[in-house]
């Protein structure tokens, strides 16, 4: 940039400053509603447009550390409180359309997952006779791999949740239950909400291509994810088209830089 010129002046190189900066500043707190909280606050104190312009650039970034930036701005926007309210929200959206930033607009919409989910007729009769609370202390502590397997397979949200709180969870037990087909939605939320595993690439992609994913969760994990696994979203006829657009926008503009 010549000396003496607005730094405004391009508009390109001001979003990536912008971008930079709020990654900078979320990643500088802890991981979950504090960071999301501060990335509300950050939305709501930008011009829309800037903050449109923001998003974009950060979505378009590959890094790590902008992946996690992104799905602090991803939960800020999931979860409207005062600082980002539906009427903010709004405008976000109209700035986003008029710019034509698909993979903005995508993370204020919802609409229903590919499949519907019904409960299997078969159930496991042994784990029917557990109560709620106890099935949920098993999956918090219990060590043996082989119930912690049925209670997964069982699929209720309210365990799968201290189930993902195990220490001796792995990530490819993690992988399996975002993979299970047919699933609760709410179970995939679950593990789209976990600290410990949503930023997790694999975890993230087996939730993303689960057709019984709710598409707004889908559509939010999509610009924290690699190339790699964007291409492999673009090209599943399994998931809602939607997804799919997305992520063969992202993949595009991020290997056109």
């Known amino acids: 940039m010549k000396r003496g010129t607005a730094p405004d002046a391009d508009p390109s190189a001001r979003a990536e400053a912008d971008a930079e900066a709020l990654t900078a500043r979320l990643l500088a707190l802890e991981e979950g509603a504090i960071r999301a909280r501060a990335a509300a606050r950050a939305l709501a104190a930008m011009e829309a447009t800037r903050a449109v312009l923001a998003m974009a650039a950060l979505a378009r970034r590959p890094a790590a550390r902008s992946r996690a930036a ?3 701005v991803g939960q800020a926007l999931a979860a409207p409180g005062p600082d980002l309210d ?7 959206y109209a700035a986003a359309a008029d710019e034509g930033f698909l993979e903005v607009t ?19 009769a042994s784990l029917g006779r557990l109560t709620l609370g106890h099935k949920k202390a098993l999956a918090r502590a219990n060590r043996d791999p082989d119930l912690l397997a049925r209670l997964a397979a069982e699929g209720d949200p309210r365990v799968v ?5 195990n220490p001796l969870v792995t990530e490819d037990f993690a992988v399996r239950i975002a993979a299970r087909r047919p699933c609760r939605p709410e ?16 975890v993230a992609l087996a939730v993303a291509r689960n057709p019984y994913a ?8 999509l610009p924290f994810l690699g190339v790699r696994d964007l291409d492999d979203v673009s090209q599943d006829g399994a998931v809602h088209h939607l997804v799919r657009a997305l ?3 992202l993949v595009a503009r ?3 830089r």
């Open 70 to 72: 992104m799905a602090a």
């Open 86 to 92: 539906y009427d903010r929200l709004a405008v976000l």
């Open 106 to 124: 995508s993370l204020f919409v919802a609409p229903p997952a590919l499949k519907a989910y019904q409960e299997p007729r078969d159930r496991d």
């Open 161 to 165: 949740r201290e189930l993902l709180r």
């Open 187 to 202: 179970t995939l939320r679950a593990v789209f909400e976990s600290r410990r595993w949503r930023t997790r690439p694999a």
């Open 214 to 221: 709710e598409t707004e969760v889908a559509l939010k994990i």
């Open 247 to 249: 992520a063969g926008r």
């Open 254 to 256: 991020r290997r056109a």
